[in-house]
């Protein structure tokens, strides 16, 4: 059974990319979940995110929105403190920024899922990818939901964040077409 490269024989890793990498998700906080986890990626590598996953659950308390939009300087300083998950101020913050633009965008009557499901008509992109190689770092699409993200007040959205998010979520289907998840993606 074939798999992308990056899926490597770590189990953690190979469980993460056969059971939730590019499965189109639908539904808000699991999407501002994947947003906060995207953006701790940052300069960091993926499988160092999926170690402190349960870490990250606990801390954030399950990314129920209005608990994170809700977080005050206590709760910020608390994170600080807490080894299980990144301890970045800058970045913590942003999650709190994030949630609440998330709530101004559902108040508005636009749930975040038709947000970003709208820049692709509400369809999959199919990258067809040969080699993983072949995949960029960021793209025309997450650079102009980054720069809308941004404009709306998102923080920490940067095109390269924006990109991993859409193929986790999804979004943009990037397993190359040799692997086993390509096909089953593919027929959804």
Known sequence: MERCEWAGSNENMQEY?????????YDDQRLFRKLVLDMNQAG???????????????A???????KVAAFDEAKVESLMQDA?????????????TNAQKVLDMQASGL??????????DHQVIDEKRA???????????????????K??????VGSTTIY???????????HKITCFRYEELSKK
């Open 84 to 96: 299980g998950i990144i301890r970045n101020r800058r970045k913590i913050e942003a999650a709190i």
């Open 111 to 120: 749930s975040f899922s038709d947000y970003l499901w709208g820049f692709v």
């Open 60 to 66: 954030y308390e399950h990314f129920v929105l209005e």
């Open 17 to 25: 990319h056969d059971t939730v990498w590019g499965v189109p998700e």
């Open 164 to 174: 991993a998010f859409l193929q986790a979520v999804g979004i943009v289907n990037d």
């Open 131 to 149: 080699s993983m190689a072949d995949v960029p770092a960021k793209t025309e699409l997450s650079d102009a939901i980054a720069k809308d993200l």
């Open 44 to 58: 960091l590598s993926w499988q160092t995110i999926l170690n402190k996953m349960e870490n990250f659950d606990q």
């Open 151 to 156: 404009k709306r007040g998102f923080k920490f």
